[in-house]
Each structure stands twice: as C-alpha cells, then as structure tokens.
C-alpha cells in the first residue's frame, strides 16, 4: 500500500494549485475497498502513509486522525529533467 499511496501523492501533489481535503471514507474508497470498517482501514494506512511520505520528504500533507488528510502543493518527487537539443 505504501508504494500506491507515494505514487497518489506524486502524481497529485505537484499540480495542486492549492489545499484539498482528502477524507477517510475517500482514501478508504481508493487504497482499503476490502475493508468492512474505516478504523481498522485508517489503523492500516497510517503506517504505509508514514513509509511514503519518508520516501517523498517533499510533500506537505497533514494528517488529522479524525478527518483525513489535507494535501498542499509540493514539488515534484523527482525534478524536471531537461531534454537538451544538440
């Protein structure tokens, strides 16, 4: 799960153009449809959310236990490469 949330926060973070809200029920609907009960879904997920972000130092994510998540624009995981024409 860790790998699928680093590659959600890659591809999403870098063209915010401001703060979204991300709820429970929303991350549960897209990383944990098998489980039956959010708590144990958000029990599970923090840990795999921590390893991601550890991997992504530069995404700006809050975390609220109750809530969700709220995401900000960061930059990108791995810079911009630059073709040069020759």
Known sequence: ???DIY????????VLSGPVEVSWPALK??????YKELRF?????LPS???AL????EA?????EKRGLTLYPSAPP????KILAG
């Open 49 to 51: 959310l921590d390893l």
């Open 60 to 64: 700006r994510v809050h975390i609220d």
């Open 7 to 14: 590659v959600w926060l890659a591809y999403r973070l870098h």
């Open 29 to 34: 609907s897209q990383f944990g449809e098998s």
């Open 1 to 3: 799960m860790a790998i």
């Open 78 to 81: 791995v810079p911009e490469r």
């Open 54 to 57: 550890a991997a992504y130092p």
């Open 41 to 45: 879904f958000r029990r599970d997920v």
